[in-house]
């Protein structure tokens, strides 16, 4: 079994910082690609930043300088440092992460259960 268990959701207020964490754990050979997606009520699940194994990041344009996507591959953790967020940020947000089980198998996408964020006064 895999998990990926997210942490560091809330409420802030607008021009506030918040960091997401997300730690695989179970029978992993490899993890390849992670990411961040959003989902904000009435709308489609986005990707917000993703980070390769090599540490090759991309991003959202809506996010692009206000946010930043880590990852320690000795802690299977993806982070997700997020600066001067704006109302239009709020959404749940979902670790997405490309995991090898086995070598006779692909990788396959696994997902977090989600961390609410919430920017408001």
């Known amino acids: 079994q895999v998990q990926l268990v997210e942490s560091g959701g809330g409420l802030v207020q607008p021009g506030g910082s918040l960091r997401l964490s997300c730690t695989v754990s179970?029978?992993?050979?490899?993890?390849?690609?992670m990411g961040w997606y959003r989902q904000a009520p009435g709308k489609q699940r986005e990707l917000v930043a993703g980070?390769?194994?090599?540490?090759?990041?991309n991003y959202a344009d809506s996010v692009k300088g206000r946010f930043t996507i880590s990852r320690n591959n000795a802690k299977n953790t993806v982070y997700l440092q997020m600066n001067s967020l704006k109302p239009e940020d709020t959404a749940v947000y979902y670790c997405?992460?490309?995991?090898?089980?086995?070598?006779?198998?692909?990788?396959?996408?696994?997902w977090g259960q989600g961390t609410q964020v919430t920017v408001s006064s």
């Open positions: 997405n992460a490309q995991i090898r089980t086995s070598w006779g198998l692909n990788p396959t996408d696994y």
């Open positions: 179970g029978s992993i050979l490899r993890i390849y690609a």
């Open positions: 980070i390769t194994s090599g540490s090759s990041t």
